[in-house]
């Protein structure tokens, strides 16, 4: 990895504290407006989050869950069935409005994206079946994109959260862009944090601990960042400003990534601009098929 502000990535467990393998909060230098939590949960296992000023999506990442949660209303006990991996489609999940305390426990790996926020807003189960499937981009850019946690999707106060699926060989978060700068109608200031994993794709014979990809960031005017990474399961990578991407599943292994975004903009919305350098690649997608191996689904339990 070449990187000249080793703040900005972070390999699996080194961020790891109070029970949880990472964590990206307020405490983390430099960061202000999102956070995650993630976690191993064995069979009796479980982990607190305190109520107050911040607002959270509970996302399976592989395993299921119960989460028993108190708004001040009393508690209440929400399933989330989850899913075999995060290669095998969307996964029902949980929003926790700001002033919500809950404990999670189960079986599996389990990311909690935050924001703080003093906007209280409702807790909000949210289905696998109810989440928007969109697939982006063409060719070797083609990516699927799981919108659970997006403005159209969920009505959170600040947080913005999606999933996306990169198959072996392909690209995504390409063309590189930015969203560091408030021009109204055009770009909105985010923060953004990307939690990586990765593993053999369908067929292949290799060790899931082998799997990896690519990740990429470059400096913009609001700021100087470089990241050139390996990005393996576990791995979160902190984008507060510049271009980022592409984001590459390496030939062999596929890849995921949950994005969690929030700022300091008064809207909720994610505007990007693209890097002008590049942004004529969007236009080249126009006469390219989709990837045919898009959408991965329930149907794909037995792939990883």
């Known amino acids: 990895m070449s990187t000249t502000d080793q703040r900005w990535f972070h390999p699996r467990g080194a961020l790891a504290r109070d029970g949880w393998e990472s964590v990206v909060d307020a405490h983390t230098p430099g960061w202000e407006h ?14 607190a989050l305190e109520g ?23 508690e209440t006990e929400t399933v989330l069935e989850g899913r075999r991996s995060v290669f095998a489609g969307p996964t029902d999940v949980l929003y926790l409005g700001a002033g919500t305390s809950a404990r999670v426990t189960g079986t599996g790996r389990v990311a909690v994206a935050e924001a703080p926020t003093a906007d209280r807003r409702p807790v909000r189960y949210v289905p696998a079946a109810s989440t928007p499937v969109e697939l982006r981009g063409a060719g070797a850019s083609s990516r699927q994109v799981h919108n ?14 999606c999933e996306v699926v990169t198959p072996a060989e392909n690209w995504s978060s390409y063309p590189p862009h930015k969203h560091d700068e408030h021009v109204p109608g055009h770009e909105s200031r985010l923060e953004e944090i990307y939690y990586f994993e990765s593993a053999p794709t369908r067929g292949a014979n290799a060790e899931a601990d082998a799997a990896f990809g690519m990740f990429s960031t470059y400096s913009s005017p609001a700021g100087e960042i470089d990241i050139n990474a390996m990005v393996r399961t576990g791995d979160i990578a902190l984008v507060p400003y510049g271009y980022h991407g592409p984001a590459v599943a390496a030939p ?12 300091p903009d008064p809207e909720r919305e994610w ?12 236009d080249a997608w126009a006469d390219q098929p989709f990837d045919t ?11 990883h």
Do not use: C, K, Q
């Not at 607002?55 to 949660?69: D, M």
């Not at 505007?271 to 969007?282: F, G």
């Open 34 to 47: 999102t956070g995650i939590r993630v976690a191993e949960l064995g069979a009796g296992d479980g982990l």
């Open 52 to 74: 107050g000023d911040v607002e959270r999506i509970v996302v399976p990442l592989a395993g299921a869950f119960r989460v028993v949660h108190d708004d001040g209303g009393g």
């Open 148 to 161: 659970f946690g997006t403005p159209a999707a969920l009505d959170a106060a600040r947080l913005i959260v």
């Open 252 to 263: 062999g292994y596929d890849l995921y990534y949950l994005n969690v975004m929030a700022g």
């Open 271 to 282: 505007l990007i601009s693209d890097d002008p350098a590049h942004a004529w690649v969007r």
């Open 293 to 303: 191996r898009l959408p991965y689904g329930a149907d794909e339990e037995g792939r």
